[in-house]
């Protein structure tokens, strides 16, 4: 397989990988499986790899390296795997859902996922910990990346951690009606943690969770 050798792996088995690339669509189409257990096996091992990983190369408390750990196996996080790999051109569609489904969030995401879990299942966890390493680690430790396009569902799973609340609030609105501006606040556990200016709302309320994020993590 193109991908395979591209990426550098040394396969035995392609008929795993072809099964990590594979969605339901084309997989009832064709009468194959589909990537949906490798998913399943996948999501465990990625977050193994990571809390090893935090574990060894920081001194953070338990606390925050859940947190962290939350974000680096977001669907945010593995949708840019993803797409930095490449491997969304090769995800093998129904005819239904090739329109579209090459750069849905939640396929490309979980595409990673049955990816990581057919590397395991072909040639081992130490090799799926060299991919990791090569690939993605690189991209953590250099910020080059921004995993955090939907601010408030990374900041909702920091809250969610330490069972905490979270609540956005419109503190200023200004301007005319075609071109109003919208001032959020955004508590947890009613202390503020940021404010964002934009536009229109849920831009403002994106901006505001940012402006939070920042600060929780360095909690």
Known sequence: MEILDKLEIPYKNTSLYQRALTHTSYANENNERSYERLEYLGDAIL??????YLYKNTDYPEGKMTKL?????????????SLLLGLNDYIRFGKGQMSD?????????DVFESFIAAIYLDIGLDEVKKFI???VIPVIE???????????SILQEFV??????????IINETGP???????????????????GTAGS???????AAKDALKKAQNE
């Open 47 to 52: 977050e193994l790899i990571m809390s090893e």
């Open 69 to 81: 750990r939350s974000h680096y196996v977001c669907e945010n996080a593995l949708y840019e795997y």
């Open 101 to 109: 489904g090459k750069f849905c969030k939640a396929i490309v995401a």
């Open 133 to 135: 390493y090569k690939y």
């Open 142 to 152: 250099k910020n080059e990346l921004d995993f955090f396009n939907d601010y408030k």
């Open 160 to 169: 969610q951690t330490d069972k905490r609340s979270l609540h956005y609030e």
């Open 177 to 195: 009606a075609h071109n109003k501006e919208f001032t959020v606040e955004v508590k947890i556990d009613d202390i503020i943690y940021g404010t």
């Open 201 to 207: 709302k849920k831009e403002a309320e994106q901006l």
